[in-house]
């Protein structure tokens, strides 16, 4: 099946630095990619729709300012988090459809990163 | 607005035994449902996932579902369950063709030897 890819899968910073996280599809093109937030014994919280060569769509209430998103090709989506705070620990997973499908079915999701602000 | 409810935070169950775990939705419309399972170090992986017509549906590792629009919920079933199972499970609802998914807060399974 379709692979999707994280790096870091754990990053711990310091408060007011900036993190950035890459997703990557590792054997197809994805032209829309997906962020979600994750917090402990939580659920998966929508924050973007990452679309390649155009602006990301923010979901209400997260800050595009304070999370960057940017996809350069069409098999990489990163998030940057500008400025990192405590409550911005957190796990990060994205997730892919396969381009050209318009089936909800065919999401790939990466394993995730750990961020950890100090 | 579109929601998910999975009431059970955790539930343990013995190798062998049999499994439901409960979900509910809250949409206007049909929706499309699906079942993923997430282990550690693992992305979600699709367990199954109804969009119309039979609403018994069966998926990998010998998950079933049934959509019940009456009740309004998507339970989960396994009739074995194996200790590989153990991990956290979501229902999430995909609300139109856009992709996006609404998760549940998820329940996770322990397994007993």
């Known amino acids: 099946g379709a692979v999707v890819s994280q ?112 | 607005a579109q929601s998910v409810t999975q009431p059970d935070i955790h539930i343990t169950v013995s190798e062998g035994a049999s499994l439901e775990l409960r979900c509910n939705y809250s949409y206007g419309a049909t929706p499309y449902l699906f079942w993923y399972v997430q282990s550690p170090g693992q992305g979600l992986q699709l367990l199954l996932k109804y969009f119309s017509g039979d609403t018994l549906v069966q998926g990998i590792k010998g998950f079933e579902a049934e959509f019940k629009r009456s009740q309004s919920s998507f339970n989960l079933r396994k009739p074995s369950v194996h200790w590989s199972d153990a991990a956290e499970y979501f229902c999430a609802v995909g609300a139109d063709s856009s992709y996006k998914l609404i998760f549940g807060s998820g329940t996770r399974l322990l397994v007993r030897p």
């Open chain 1, 7 to 118: 790096h870091p899968s754990r990053v711990i910073c310091k408060s007011g630095t900036s993190v950035k996280i890459e997703c990557r599809s590792l054997d197809f093109q994805a032209t829309t990619m997906f962020w979600y937030r994750q917090f402990p014994k939580q659920s998966l919280m929508l924050m973007a729709t990452s679309n390649e060569g155009s602006k990301a769509t923010y979901e209400q209430g997260v800050e595009k300012d304070k999370f960057l998103i940017n996809h350069a090709s069409l098999t990489l989506s990163t998030l940057t988090v500008t400025s990192a705070h405590p409550e911005d620990s957190s796990f990060y997973i994205c997730s892919a459809p396969l381009a050209g499908v318009t089936s909800t079915d065919t999401q790939y999701f990466g394993p995730g990163t750990r961020l950890t602000v100090l």
